[in-house]
């Protein structure tokens, strides 16, 4: 195979290059957390990923991201990616023996745990246990899906989670790709400055956040919070428990149920 996996960060030569050429003087890193791509639009990439925290992360290195162009793999002269359904019915699959191979290109030389995921509104959905779960794996295998999808038999071959972002239908997996790397990826140690902010923040200690609040002091006749503003310590930890908890009872009763049951248990 002629694809060998694109990358679009690197340590030492990120500063100077222009994105393209990251993404063809990338070798994979070893103990690198990596994200393995495989779409029909790599130009897609690092797309927002590469900007702020995520992206700085990205040109120091500190994890990378390799994209494996479906269509190199296409078949005959117009490089045919897709076929009509078996059963027929409206829109294209993606073929299994086009797929096959871009996985196993993609997956080259991959060491340790990579879950393998398939990206579907069919799939568990994603949350902040997976993000957290992919953050402690040596790497992620994304495939991005088009049209109705991909041929069945490739899932079950190779053993493919399928992931869901949500209960809606996108056109491909390529944002909901990006939104689950970017979860992930803050996760990594030293891609956010001040590590305490995934902590206490929405979904990850059961509850929703507090609400924040900022200068001015005053806006169009709102103050801030006067425990905000008052400097002890201990009253603005209760205050923002209390209205983290009050948030996550009246928005979302399942958290509120876990969390109950959890704290009777502790
Ligand atoms: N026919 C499919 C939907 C195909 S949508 C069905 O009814 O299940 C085209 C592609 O977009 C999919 O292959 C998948 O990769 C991606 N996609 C669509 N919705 C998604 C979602 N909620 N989460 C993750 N990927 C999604």
Redesign the pocket.
């Known amino acids: 195979m002629t694809d060998a996996p694109r990358s679009h960060g690197r340590k030492s030569i990120a500063a100077s290059l222009k994105p393209r050429e990251l993404m063809e003087q990338n070798p994979a890193l070893s103990g690198v957390w990596a994200a393995r791509v495989i779409t029909l639009f790599p130009q897609a990439f690092p797309g927002v990923l590469g900007e702020s925290l995520t992206g700085k992360a990205l040109k120091d290195g500190k994890w990378q991201l390799h994209t494996t162009d479906l269509r190199n793999f296409g078949i005959g002269r117009h490089r045919n990616v897709d076929d009509t359904p078996a059963g027929g019915g409206a829109?294209m699959v993606l073929r299994a023996d086009v797929l096959g191979p871009a996985i196993e290109t993609a997956m080259r030389g991959a060491q340790g745990r990579w879950p393998l995921v398939?990206?579907?509104?069919?799939?568990r959905r994603f949350d902040q246990a997976m993000a957290h779960d992919w953050a402690r794996a040596d790497g992620v295998m994304l495939?991005?899906?088009?049209?109705?999808?991909?041929d069945q038999r490739v899932l079950d071959h190779y053993g493919i989670e399928e992931?869901?972002?949500?209960?809606?239908?996108?056109?491909?997996?390529e944002i909901?790709a990006q939104a689950m790397v970017d979860a992930t990826v803050r996760l990594l140690p030293g891609v956010l400055g001040n590590a305490a902010s995934t902590e206490d923040e929405s979904h990850s200690n059961g509850l929703l956040e507090h609400p924040q609040y900022t200068r001015p002091a005053e806006w169009m006749g709102r103050a801030i919070p006067d425990v905000l503003m008052s400097g002890h310590h201990a009253e603005i930890a209760r205050w923002r428990r209390e209205n983290a908890e009050a948030l996550t009872r009246a928005r979302r009763p399942d958290m509120w149920k876990a969390y109950c049951e959890a704290q009777d248990k502790g």
């Open positions: 829109g398939y990206l579907s509104p069919r799939g495939l991005c899906g088009r049209f109705e999808g991909v992931v869901s972002l949500g209960d809606f239908v996108l056109t491909g997996g909901a």
